[in-house]
């Protein structure tokens, strides 16, 4: 869509056309709500004025990736009518640590505006924010007509915000708090639910690591008779998931509690009862400390999966294949590298619609580990599931053929993330650098959005990025480059890289100056533990005074060098709430 806009703005005849195509606002507004893409809808508002104005009166939903790219009331002054906001903070590395304590992204300030603009928000989707008992609370009582709130990776909160959330959104349908740095203060916030609430959804609570009033949680369940996805925590038993299953026979999305308790023969019959049931699940998760003994339990509930998530349970490779025989719908899979190379010929084997793959190490720090997935899984997955488009993949070995072939297999990629383990290593067989596996990858995948590289890398690799990835988006580059035309490289070559994230390379100044013309049309730049200095992050906030040039220094660091930086485009100028650690150029 973006590309026949453009042609038609620049074509001699566009205001002409435009005068005679002009509709009723209502007309034109009826038409963008029909659009889903966040990005046509910016698209489209760049036509003409007319059409400027009517996506902003009839935009509902706004995504903001960055929330320091723009403020809320600039955000509030485009769109009078929001009722959805997902919003991300905090760059990707805080997910590993990278970003000091309290660097910001405190969602109580877009709340405050919100709650005078917007009284009408239904929808709140946070992404990497930090989040207060406060903010909850004041969300809770500020949006009478508030339905849904999705934290995922978020911190500074308690279960209390929870229990405020529950107390005072009589309206809500959704509640999905996954994989968040919470203070988990007891699983009493569920009681606060009221005995007459029966709207929920949604309800996702995998990660609190809290025991749950499983009778409150049962009450809640028979109560909510919409209740399509439901994902308990580990405090849930096999002897008491049979009891939930059959208050909800309806359910689309399931996780499981623990799997490691013994059943009686009577209790394990109504754990298979209760799958049979539960013919309408496609999504099934949890699965924690999984037996096998209980596996054939499961095999009712898998006719129509199309999603398994067992990144939690450790199978092993028999017991996976035993699983997908039943699978045949199969269309995203994550597992644990427990299940091997075997385990991974099974799925080549029973997956044939297979579309994402993502293979998580059980342990990422013991070099010393047996188990774990090699070239060979990576290969007898490409060869069974020719519709393969995304793959994470961590392993600890790797060859430049494997790759190739695996890519030959499956030309459709358009995320390619592969992660050896051991920094710089190369193709174990060859000894050679893995820039021709990568190349192989950026030569056959013409679809590329998203690339994850890793191994022993030179220049070689982001030559060949710049020269064929046009289409990328996202990459993320670590322990790898031989100097500063590597990355100066990808700057030139790839039109549409958004965000760059590198960490532990030989990249320098020249590096991060060769961006000048590119930072203002991405979304961010992240650069920890490289070979810039402060001098090279003044020079570049001089001459680009649009972007934000934030540097994170470590305690006893070199004065001269800039330790991590972080670029990104703002229209709000600098942020105020930067912390000591973190200097704005």
């Given at each position: 869509m973006?590309?026949?806009?453009?042609?038609?703005?620049?074509?001699?005849?566009?205001e002409e056309l435009t005068r005679r195509s002009s509709f009723p606002d209502e007309v034109i507004e009826r038409v963008l709500s029909l659009l889903k893409s966040h990005k046509d809808r910016s698209t489209v508002s760049l036509v003409c004025k007319d059409w400027y104005n009517a996506e902003r009166w009839s935009r509902t939903h706004v995504f903001i990736g960055n929330c320091y790219s723009v403020s809320p009331e600039i955000v509030a002054r485009r769109f009078p009518n929001i009722r959805s906001v997902t919003l991300k903070g905090k760059p990707r590395f805080s997910d590993f640590n990278l970003v000091p304590q309290n660097w910001g992204a405190d969602i109580h300030a877009w709340l405050v505006v919100f709650a005078d603009v917007y009284p009408f928000l239904e929808e709140l989707r946070l992404k990497r924010m930090t989040v207060s008992d406060e903010s909850l609370e004041f969300l809770s009582v500020s949006f009478p007509n508030f339905k849904s709130l999705s934290l995922l990776s978020c911190d500074g909160f308690s279960t209390n915000g929870l229990s405020a959330i529950a107390t005072h959104c009589k309206n809500l349908i959704e509640l999905d708090i996954q994989e968040n740095g919470i203070d988990d203060r007891g699983g009493s916030w569920?009681?606060?639910?009221?005995?007459?609430?029966?709207?929920?959804?949604?309800?996702?609570?995998?990660?609190?690591?809290?025991?749950?009033?499983?009778d409150v949680l049962e009450r809640l369940v028979s109560r909510c008779k919409s209740l399509r996805v439901l994902k308990v925590n580990q405090s849930i038993s096999l002897e008491q998931l049979p009891r939930?299953?059959?208050?909800?026979?309806?359910?689309?999305?399931?996780?499981?509690?623990?799997?490691?308790?013994?059943?009686?023969?009577?209790?394990?019959?109504?754990?298979?009862?209760?799958?049979?049931?539960?013919?309408?699940?496609?999504?099934?998760?949890?699965?924690?400390?999984?037996?096998?003994i209980y596996l054939d339990a499961l095999y009712p509930a898998c006719a129509n999966l199309t999603f398994l998530n067992l990144s939690y349970a450790a199978l092993q490779g028999g017991e996976?294949?035993?699983?997908?025989v039943h699978c045949p719908r199969l269309r995203r899979l994550w597992v644990l590298d427990t299940v091997e190379d075997k385990g991974l010929e099974a799925v080549g084997l029973n997956c044939p619609l297979l579309e994402e793959l993502r293979v998580?190490?059980?342990?990422?720090?013991?070099?010393?580990?047996?188990?774990?997935?090699?070239?060979?899984?990576?290969?007898?997955?490409?060869?069974?599931?020719?519709?393969?488009?995304?793959?994470?993949?961590?392993c600890r070995q790797m060859t430049n053929a494997a790759v190739a072939t695996v890519v030959q297999n499956c030309p459709n990629f358009t995320h390619f993330r592969l992660c050896i383990m051991n920094p710089g290593q190369p193709d174990y067989i060859t000894g050679e650098p893995m820039d021709e596996a990568f190349g192989a990858v950026v030569k056959t995948?013409?679809?590329?959005?998203?690339?994850?590289?890793?191994?022993?890398?030179?220049?070689?690799?982001?030559?060949?990025?710049?020269?064929?990835?046009?289409?990328?988006?996202?990459?993320?580059?670590?322990?790898?480059?031989?100097?500063?035309?590597?990355?100066?490289?990808?700057?030139?070559?790839?039109?549409?890289?958004?965000?760059?994230?590198?960490?532990?390379?030989?990249?320098?100044?020249?590096?991060?100056?060769?961006?000048?013309?590119?930072?203002?049309?991405?979304?961010?730049?992240?650069?920890?533990?490289?070979?810039?200095?402060?001098?090279?992050?003044?020079?570049?906030?001089?001459?680009m005074p649009r972007l934000n040039v934030e540097v994170m220094?470590?305690?006893?660091?070199?004065?001269?060098?800039?330790?991590?930086?972080?670029?990104?485009?703002?229209?709000?100028?600098?942020?105020?709430?930067?912390?000591?650690?973190?200097?704005?150029?």
């Open positions: 973006e590309s026949e806009l453009k042609r038609f703005r620049n074509s001699p005849n566009s569920l009681s606060c639910f009221p005995e007459s609430f029966t709207l929920l959804e949604v309800l996702n609570f995998a990660n609190l690591t809290s025991d749950i009033n499983f939930l299953l059959v208050h909800a026979p309806q359910l689309t999305e399931l996780g499981t509690g623990s799997f490691s308790q013994q059943l009686t023969f009577r209790q394990y019959e109504q754990l298979e009862s209760a799958f049979s049931n539960c013919s309408n699940i496609h999504t099934l998760s949890g699965l924690w400390d999984f037996k096998a996976l294949a035993k699983l997908l998580f190490p059980l342990d990422p720090y013991d070099e010393e580990i047996a188990h774990g997935v090699t070239e060979a899984g990576f290969i007898a997955v490409s060869c069974g599931c020719p519709r393969l488009h995304y793959v994470l993949y961590f995948c013409t679809k590329l959005q998203r690339l994850s590289v890793s191994g022993l890398l030179t220049d070689l690799t982001f030559e060949y990025i710049g020269k064929y990835a046009k289409n990328l988006e996202t990459l993320s580059v670590a322990f790898a480059g031989s100097s500063d035309w590597g990355m100066q490289c990808v700057l030139e070559g790839c039109p549409k890289l958004r965000k760059l994230e590198i960490r532990d390379c030989p990249f320098g100044n020249e590096a991060l100056l060769s961006g000048l013309e590119k930072y203002e049309s991405m979304r961010s730049l992240w650069m920890s533990a490289c070979n810039v200095t402060m001098n090279g992050c003044r020079r570049l906030a001089r001459e220094k470590e305690d006893g660091s070199d004065d001269s060098q800039a330790d991590k930086v972080y670029v990104y485009r703002s229209v709000a100028g600098p942020r105020r709430d930067a912390p000591p650690s973190v200097l704005t150029l």
